[in-house]
């Protein structure tokens, strides 16, 4: 059963602060991608990787970075954390070579930034 | 630029009626993929296609395969369960791109 881990569930930031959300995925994928979701907005793709060492911006990487330091995990990180960041996020895996012919999420993380 | 368009936004429904979600979209995709966000805010994947439909119990889907320019989303005989939000996802022909809809609230009442 592919699965794909986010942590923490919720956070709770403070302006300017740093908060890393972390993704593994035990299916051997090698796409993952960051998502957005706000109501008005529907998902919304912030970085994604090919593989392990790759990133590349999605629609909206304004304000955040993002790692793959190997395989299983992709991480996303806000150096410096706006009220504007307050959403669920969600990651997923894809298993095509070639965009994402099925996309296996995480369960998301509510992040809110004071 | 590339979009996809959900329809409706928001469906009220009573329990043992049917309905049909659809997604249009400006350019031609390469596969759609269909997912019910449940109360706790987490994605589940109901179909994948790159053509023609599926089916799973009261669920089916169909993907244009002439023009793929359109997807739907059949729910028949609706359970209170089904309630949720439902989200396409749009492969872009040619291009290494996933674009979604907005979501349908979707709510089944007794």
């Known amino acids: 059963e592919a699965a794909v881990t986010q942590s923490p569930r919720n956070k709770v930031a403070v302006t300017g602060g740093k908060v890393t959300l972390s993704c593994n995925q035990t299916n051997n994928h090698n796409n993952m991608y960051w998502y957005r979701q706000d109501t008005g907005h529907g998902l919304r793709l912030i970085h994604y990787s090919y593989g392990a060492g790759s990133t590349e911006k999605g629609d909206i990487p304004d304000g955040y970075k993002a790692s793959r330091p190997s395989q299983e995990n992709f991480s996303l990180i806000l150096e410096l954390a706006t009220p504007s960041q307050t959403s669920v996020y969600f990651c997923?895996?894809?298993?095509?070579?070639?965009?994402?012919?099925?996309?296996?999420f995480g369960s998301g993380t509510r992040l809110t930034v004071l | 630029g590339d979009q996809v368009e959900q329809s409706p936004s928001a469906l009220s429904l009573h329990e043992g009626t049917d309905s049909a979600l659809r997604c249009n979209f400006t350019t031609t995709m390469r596969s759609v993929q269909w997912f019910r966000q449940n109360s706790r805010g987490s994605l589940i994947s109901l179909f994948y296609l790159a053509s023609g439909t599926k089916e799973n119990g009261r669920l089916k889907s169909a993907f244009d395969s002439k023009e793929r320019r359109y997807s739907t989303l059949h729910i028949r005989d609706a359970q209170l369960e089904d309630s949720g939000t439902y989200f396409c996802?749009?492969?872009?022909?040619?291009?290494?791109?996933?674009?979604f809809g907005k979501g349908t609230h979707l709510h089944v009442l007794p």
């Open positions: 996802a749009a492969e872009v022909t040619n291009a290494y791109k996933v674009i």
């Open positions: 997923a895996s894809g298993d095509a070579d070639w965009g994402a012919e099925t996309l296996y």
